[in-house]
């Protein structure tokens, strides 16, 4: 049978939507595991390049997955493993929102420490409503740290022009919590239908209306929309990967080289947050990526010799929440 490859654009109980050419075809893997995939928490995700084989009327079986540029994951706590969002993109939006569910800057840091090899762009959304000070205050500081941000509302409309700029000619992925407004922005940029939905007023946390991911293209944007997250789990142990989310360290000399900043002596970064330099809502949120290392390695802290007390924080802390 002949071979072709095609790009993944949809994946829902483990049938994929193959694109290739003008066809689209609905694909399972052939055999049980996909070659040279392993320990990860699913071999294909949305973006990723295969080759395939036709076995029926817009219908084939998926051999191998090409290889990718980058992928997006997240550690996955139930399957404690890697688990894949996306796959080959330009730029990961990291879709956030002003109000409603509240604006969550340690969200952002753990999206941009978990990129890797690909760049994550701040998307602000639900900018028509009142954002808290110190929310609107942390926002503008990812600017200034160097990221690329904007601040937009796909309900009026706002600086969706800009954002076009920001995203054409780009394959980016719209990654973010439940109810951030992701689908809503993408069917206003796109012109799509994408289901949207309230949020959940009760536990202000959004209500996971979209339930798997899907790659869609008008002219000359590509986004692929994914379903809202809880919480992302940094899933590699880089420390120098987790620092690049947190440039003002780097002005600051520490004793160690690697410094975890944590329980090192002569810790240029710690003295910077005790001289408030550095914010310290920042420190304490790159504290808690490094102590969730734990969950990928287990002796993470200790084996690098640090303090007890740091350990015993992070199991006391309850990740769910923060
Ligand atoms: N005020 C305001 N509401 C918005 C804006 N964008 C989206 N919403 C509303 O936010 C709610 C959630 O929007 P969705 O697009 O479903 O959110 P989502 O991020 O796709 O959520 P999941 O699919 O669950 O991850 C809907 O009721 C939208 O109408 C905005 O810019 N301003
Ligand atoms: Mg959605
Ligand atoms: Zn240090």
Known sequence: MEERTGLIIRGINNIYTVESGEEQYLCRIKGKQLEGVEG??????????????VTGTEEGLILRRLQRTNSFQRWNTKGKANQTVVANMDAIICVTSAANPPFRPRFIDRVIASAIDVEVIILLNKCDLEMKEEDAFRFEHYGALGFQTAAVSAETGENLDRLVQIIRDKKVAF??????????????????????????????????????????????????????????????????????????????????????????????????????????DRYESY?????SLEMITPDYLSRNERSEAWIERGAEYDWEES
């Open 40 to 53: 990860e928490y699913n071999p294909l995700a949305v973006g990723d390049r295969v080759s395939f084989v």
């Open 175 to 280: 990654v973010g919590q439940s109810g951030v407004g992701k689908s809503t922005l993408i069917n206003a940029l796109l012109g799509s239908d994408q289901k949207t939905d309230e949020i959940s007023t009760k536990y202000d946390r959004g209500r996971h209306t979209t339930n798997h991911s899907l790659l869609m293209r008008t002219g000359n944007l590509t986004i692929v929309d994914t379903p809202g997250v809880r919480e992302i789990f940094v899933p590699h142990t880089d420390l120098q990967q987790i620092q690049r989310a947190f440039p003002e360290f780097k002005r600051y000399r520490c004793l160690y080289d690697p410094c975890l900043h944590m329980e090192e002596p002569e810790c240029g970064v710690k003295v910077a947050v005790e001289e408030e330099e550095i914010l310290f």
């Open 287 to 291: 504290l808690r990526i490094v102590e």
